[in-house]
């Protein structure tokens, strides 16, 4: 991820300069400060998550279902049907592109994904685009 941009402005440039340099020499962190060089610093906002090339995996997954059926499957073989790798996988799930799914199985911590659900979260994150 790209670094944010940083925006600088001397907050002496500001209408409210008086009002921010008397309210800060009242604070004992700034008394002995000089107020002349007090700037505000905003970062910009990083842009909203999003897949990228989403129409592939679309595509492989539909033509998975049409093959196989609709059936649960683990992390490992999703990304085989989607041919993402694991940690592509686990930063959708973690954008909440694509949710976890439950299992009643007796093992625990095994994540399976209905292939169906999956399909219509990914087409949602088509329509986005």
């Known amino acids: ?9 001397d907050a002496a440039e500001l209408k409210v300069w008086r009002q ?11 008394r002995e400060c000089d107020f002349e060089t ?23 997954l539909e033509r998975f279902i049409i093959n196989n ?5 683990g992390k490992q073989k999703l990304c085989e049907i989607l041919k993402i790798s694991r940690p592509t996988l686990n930063k959708w799930i973690a954008d ?5 799914g439950q299992t009643k199985e007796p093992w625990a911590g095994h994540q399976s994904f209905d292939l169906k659900k999956v399909l219509e979260e990914l087409k949602k994150q088509q329509d986005k685009k």
């Open 1 to 9: 991820m790209s670094r944010r941009k940083i925006y600088r402005i």
């Open 69 to 73: 059926g609709n059936r649960s499957v």
């Open 38 to 60: 007090v700037q505000i610093v905003a970062l910009k906002r990083n842009p909203e998550p999003r897949i990228v090339d989403v129409d592939k995996p679309l595509k492989y």
């Open 20 to 30: 921010l340099s008397e309210e800060l020499f009242h604070h004992p962190v700034f």
């Open 96 to 100: 909440e592109f694509i949710s976890r």
